[in-house]
Nanobody, 127 residues
Framework: QVAESGGGLVQPGGSLRLSCVVS????????IAWFRQAPGKEREVVSC????????????HYVDDVKGRFTISRHNANNTAHLHMSRLKPEDTAVYYC??????????????????WGQGTQVTVSS
């Protein structure tokens, strides 16, 4: 089970922190990603955090649009991940989803890479 929380309404330039809790003992060996889907658009990846268990290297990745504004983190001790979002823009408005990918893969962008999904949490950036 994957559960997100932390969404809400925030003014442009503001910050939010999203949380994801995963009910699986294999969490430390999984890739954790955040996706978002705006109305009328396809679901797109925002960021991912790879496992630090070999062959994964513990690296993190971001799409260009959020680099320098969003930070992903993971905490294997309690099966949680966070997405800290700052300097939010109206175009960041979307439903944000936490996704879990089992096993190792070089791919992190495709929706198909991920096996478990949360229900999503709404983020609205508006004045």
């Amino acid at each position: 089970q994957v559960a997100e929380s932390g969404g809400g309404l925030v003014q442009p330039g503001g910050s939010l922190r999203l949380s994801c809790v995963v009910s699986a003992d294999t969490f430390p060996y999984s890739t954790i990603a955040w996706f978002r889907q705006a109305p009328g658009k396809e679901r797109e990846v925002v960021s991912c955090a790879n496992s630090n268990h070999p062959p994964s290297d513990g690296s993190t990745h971001y799409v260009d649009d959020v680099k320098g504004r969003f930070t992903i983190s993971r905490h294997n001790a309690n099966n949680t991940a966070h997405l800290h979002m700052s300097r939010l823009k109206p175009e960041d408005t979307a439903v944000y989803y936490c996704a879990v990918g089992w096993g190792y893969s070089d791919a992190w962008r495709p929706v198909s890479r991920y096996d478990w999904w949360g229900q999503g949490t709404q983020v609205t950036v508006s004045s």
